[in-house]
């Protein structure tokens, strides 16, 4: 065993009992809000021990593909176990007002107990509004740059305009789309719909262009024409460039959708249940619904990686993976 894989056995344990042995003690009556220097001295000792742990788990090298894959998950996963033990562990011992900063152990509390209103939010804002526009904006910019690439003068004015275009705030745009299209969720799909069209229109537009002249003369001496030339070798080769684009959108999508609810939407919603609980100062559920939209975008981005894995195995990216 090497002496960095021993450190690890070692730190790695003692970080995570030690952290857990703390959060438990911090709830402790004689402790909440009243912590000493020990207390907290034992807190930067787990501290110490998370990072080195975690610095070695990202230096190691496994020789096959299931140990990095294993080192890559084991690293993000330590490191946000010392997070959340951390957070819990100043709050609680520092005596933190739940409306400042509620520990994670009540947010999960509150996940836990507010299920059925969380998963209609998630069904308004997800389903019916980040979806939708997703699928229209990502569509469309694929289309308009097909359209771009087959006719140059138009890629030539459009591609400046959608440059400067894509940097308009969601704070300006969504008001609009309000009174455009109403309250309910057809107003937060047009807001994502405008977020993710120009991400895909820029990010087709280098992928077309991204095929060496080679490629095109081979296809022209097989007398294939634009329409086959595209589908058969241009697209392809653009997968890359597309998967880049959708995975920006994912996150994007979900932004969008919530920062639109902010101003108007049915009375569901994770935007309008972060703009309600804060006015209530009930923190704890607006912590529920951040981590809800981090769960739901981690997730939607997981799918898309999946899907680029699977499809565009041939690029050193994926291989390198």
Same mark, same amino acid.
């Given at each position: 065993?090497?002496?960095?894989?021993?450190?690890?056995?070692?730190?790695?344990?003692?970080?995570?009992?030690?952290?857990?042995?703390?959060?438990?003690?911090?709830?402790?009556?004689?402790?909440? !809000?009243?912590?000493?220097?020990?207390?907290?001295?034992?807190?930067?000792?787990?501290?110490?021990?998370?990072?080195?742990?975690?610095?070695?788990?990202?230096?190691?090298?496994?020789?096959?593909?299931?140990?990095?894959?294993?080192?890559?998950? *084991?690293?993000?996963?330590?490191? !946000?176990?010392?997070?959340?033990?951390?957070?819990?562990?100043?709050?609680?011992?520092?005596?933190?007002?739940?409306?400042?900063?509620? &520990?994670?152990?009540?947010?999960?509390?509150?996940?836990?107990?507010?299920?059925?209103?969380?998963?209609?939010?998630?069904?308004?804002?997800?389903?019916?509004?980040?979806?939708? !526009?997703?699928?229209? !904006?990502?569509?469309?910019?694929?289309?308009?740059?097909?359209?771009?690439?087959?006719?140059?003068?138009?890629?030539?004015?459009?591609?400046?305009?959608?440059?400067? *275009?894509?940097?308009?705030?969601?704070?300006?745009?969504? &008001?609009?789309?309000?009174?455009?299209?109403?309250?309910?969720?057809?107003?937060?799909?047009?807001?994502?719909?405008?977020?993710?069209?120009?991400?895909?229109?820029?990010?087709?537009?280098?992928?077309?262009?991204?095929?060496?002249?080679?490629?095109?003369?081979?296809?022209?001496?097989?007398?294939?024409?634009?329409?086959?030339?595209?589908?058969?070798?241009?697209?392809?080769?653009?997968?890359?460039?597309?998967?880049?684009?959708?995975?920006?959108?994912?996150?994007?999508?979900?932004?969008?959708?919530?920062?639109?609810?902010?101003?108007?939407?049915?009375?569901?919603?994770?935007?309008?249940?972060?703009?309600?609980?804060? *006015?209530?100062?009930?923190?704890?559920?607006?912590?529920?619904?951040?981590?809800?939209?981090?769960?739901?975008?981690?997730?939607?981005?997981?799918?898309?990686?999946?899907?680029?894995?699977?499809?565009?195995?041939?690029?050193?990216?994926?291989?390198?993976?």
């Amino acid at each position: 065993m090497t002496r960095r894989a021993a450190r690890i056995g070692l730190l790695t344990p003692a970080a995570l009992i030690g952290g857990t042995a703390l959060a438990i003690a911090a709830h402790r009556p004689g402790l909440a !809000g009243a912590a000493g220097p020990g207390f907290w001295l034992a807190a930067i000792l787990v501290w110490l021990a998370a990072t080195l742990a975690a610095r070695d788990l990202a230096a190691l090298e496994p020789g096959h593909a299931a140990g990095r894959r294993l080192v890559r998950l *084991a690293v993000p996963l330590l490191f !946000g176990a010392l997070v959340l033990v951390l957070w819990e562990v100043v709050v609680v011992g520092a005596g933190v007002p739940a409306v400042l900063m509620p &520990p994670p152990s009540a947010v999960v509390a509150r996940f836990a107990t507010a299920l059925p209103v969380l998963g209609a939010d998630f069904v308004q804002t997800c389903l019916k509004s980040a979806l939708p !526009g997703y699928l229209i !904006g990502c569509l469309s910019g694929l289309g308009v740059a097909i359209l771009a690439d087959r006719l140059p003068v138009l890629g030539r004015g459009l591609l400046p305009v959608a440059n400067v *275009a894509s940097a308009l705030p969601i704070v300006g745009i969504a &008001p609009i789309m309000v009174m455009w299209f109403g309250f309910d969720w057809p107003s937060k799909a047009a807001v994502v719909a405008v977020m993710t069209f120009f991400p895909m229109l820029v990010q087709a537009g280098a992928g077309l262009a991204a095929t060496g002249s080679i490629e095109r003369d081979l296809m022209r001496t097989y007398a294939a024409g634009y329409s086959r030339t595209l589908l058969s070798l241009r697209l392809p080769m653009a997968r890359p460039f597309l998967f880049t684009a959708l995975k920006v959108n994912a996150t994007l999508a979900l932004i969008g959708a919530i920062v639109a609810e902010f101003f108007g939407t049915p009375i569901v919603g994770m935007g309008f249940r972060i703009s309600i609980e804060a *006015a209530r100062l009930s923190l704890d559920m607006v912590w529920a619904e951040i981590a809800l939209a981090a769960l739901a975008g981690s997730a939607f981005y997981g799918l898309i990686a999946l899907a680029e894995r699977a499809v565009t195995g041939w690029h050193p990216s994926v291989r390198a993976g």
